[in-house]
């Protein structure tokens, strides 16, 4: 098993790794095929692929059996405390206060809060876009907008919803936090993870952004958490009604959020019945009755005549055929005037291979007819599938490598810290001074404090984890995980744009959890 282990690892790091060397891209990730592109493969690349996977096979193996013993004893030394016996103390209310203090100073500097154009489109015109966006999510959205019009003021609206995430985003992490407590992890530990979140200005900012991918994230990371304790208990937490009513709740917060929601969901659930024979009944309920009140309160919501855009789906495909028609691949005639009754001809030259959004948003594209043609799409995009499978597998890899590339960069890996120009009545109006205001604008929360693991390379540190512990035939602890897994494949499916990290952003909450919980010892446990 150690062998298969170490094989996996080496394999997936230097295939990643030469991916990513033969990838071009100019910075620019809208730019198109000039800009970004692929490089080929020699057969040189084939020589190299093999001597740095049996060089990287050799590392790990005197990594694992010489240094990670001595990792476990320096942990063991400095990080945990020496009693038998799970605490019994709390810390929850200290760190919750804590982090809550200093996040409530970001508040006041980015008041009342911060929103993409995403938002802002949403709440001009909420029904319209309801084509696009979960119909719960806005609902979500619209309720604090219109409780801030209730009250004569639409910024007080943005703040409370500001504040209404701010407190969930600190319950979660100060849940997760007294879970590493409650397993031994020194209290002083705890007070620096604390002080991370409280004071990195990655999770203040998300904390006060009206976009779904802040509670979704915030879901998905509490999820994994309780699928730790799940495991921890072999099972038997799910007895109790508190832990399931959590359960339910964070699964009904992913199934309303975003679209690949369900899709996380039902897959979790499944991996779970797999894992856990014994308490089969009980996750029915816990998984599915939060999804079945979810896909009814969206049902029941969706304003009349409106259809969710099929485009969504099959940003993968279309990339794939719009890279086919953007470098001159070989059509038939019926081909070409079903491709340009969707997007006239001169326009599919805007393909950009790391970004979707170029063509599937071009004013331009027939999404009322993409949506009434949906299986002739489908058949035209497996119809120059053989003829053009170098294209395809090109432009997926340029579509993704942002998610799965280790340590690959781009601005849009990176969150705003404004309202996107409006005419809602939204504006930053900080009550703190300007000078304040700026500094921490200008030397607080700038690209170098927001710099972070890039997503190919958390999810590399995520698959290091989810593979140990499987090596381990801890299957529990493995499933955990699978929340994450399946939002990195729901990714891989239907990636709109590489590097945006907001996508992700469960990773940056789940991050410091992933450095402490494969190190405490099983009699600890």
């Not at 911060?114 to 959205?141: R, S, W």
């Not at 939002?487 to 450095?515: G, K, Q």
Request: with cysteine; proline share 4%.
């Amino acid at each position: 098993m150690k062998m298969l282990f170490l094989w996996g690892v080496s394999f997936v790091t230097v295939a990643n790794i030469m991916l990513v060397l033969h990838i071009e891209v100019s910075g620019n990730l809208r730019g198109g095929m000039e800009q970004n592109y692929f490089n080929a493969f020699s057969w040189f690349d084939a020589v190299l692929f093999i001597v740095l996977s049996l060089s990287l096979y050799k590392a790990s193996k005197v990594f694992i059996e010489k240094v990670i013993p001595r990792i476990q004893d320096v942990f063991q030394e400095y990080c945990m405390v020496r009693e038998q016996k799970a605490k019994k103390g709390h810390i929850f209310g200290g760190v919750f206060l804590f982090i809550f203090s200093i996040w409530f100073f970001f508040f006041l500097v980015m008041y009342p809060g911060t929103a993409m154009n995403d938002t802002i489109f949403i709440l001009g015109a909420p029904e319209k876009h309801c084509y696009q966006h979960p119909v719960l999510y806005i609902l979500y959205t619209c309720f604090f907008y219109k409780v801030g019009i209730a009250l004569g003021n639409p910024n007080i609206g943005l703040a409370l919803l500001s504040m209404f995430q701010m407190v969930f985003m600190d319950y979660v992490i100060s849940y997760a936090i007294e879970y590493l407590y409650k397993k031994r992890l020194a209290g002083k530990v705890c007070c620096i993870l604390a002080g991370y979140f409280a004071f990195a200005p990655l999770f203040s900012t998300y904390a006060v952004s009206a976009i779904k991918d802040t509670p979704f994230s915030i879901a998905l990371f509490y999820l994994i958490i309780l699928l730790l304790e799940l495991a921890d208990s072999k099972g038997e937490r799910i007895k109790d009604i508190g832990f399931c009513m959590r359960c339910m709740f964070a699964i009904f917060i992913l199934a309303s959020f975003r679209s690949n929601g369900l899709l996380i969901g039902v897959g979790t659930f499944v991996i779970l019945f797999l894992v856990y024979k014994g308490q089969r009944m009980t996750l029915l309920v816990s998984f599915f009755v939060p999804i079945c009140i979810s896909c009814l309160l969206s049902e029941f919501s969706m304003p009349m005549g409106v259809e969710k855009l099929f485009q969504e789906k099959i940003g993968i495909p279309l990339q794939q055929v719009s890279a086919v028609v953007a470098s001159g691949g070989e059509l038939s005639e019926a081909q070409r005037e079903y491709l340009y009754d969707l997007l006239p001809e001169e326009e599919w030259k805007t393909y950009a291979p790391s970004c979707a959004d170029n063509i599937k948003w071009n004013s331009a594209f027939d999404r009322d007819y993409l949506n009434d043609t949906k299986e002739e799409f489908l058949n035209l995009w497996l119809e120059l599938l053989p003829e053009n499978i170098p294209i395809y597998v090109e432009a997926y890899i340029l579509n993704t490598y942002g998610v799965w590339g280790i340590e690959t960069r781009n601005s849009e890996q990176y969150y705003v810290k404004d309202i996107y120009p409006n005419e809602l009545g939204l504006y930053q109006d900080s009550p703190l001074p300007d000078g304040l205001r700026d500094f921490v604008y200008r030397f607080y929360c700038n690209r170098f404090t927001y710099r972070y693991l890039s997503e190919g390379t958390a999810f590399w540190i995520l698959f290091l984890v989810t593979l140990g512990f499987l090596g381990k035939k801890k299957y529990g602890k493995a499933a955990a995980f699978c929340p994450g897994w399946l939002c990195f494949m729901s990714l891989l499916l239907a990636t709109p744009i590489a590097f945006a990290f907001r996508y992700v952003f469960f990773l940056a909450l789940l991050f410091p959890f992933l450095l402490f919980i494969p190190f405490i010892p099983d009699e600890m446990e």
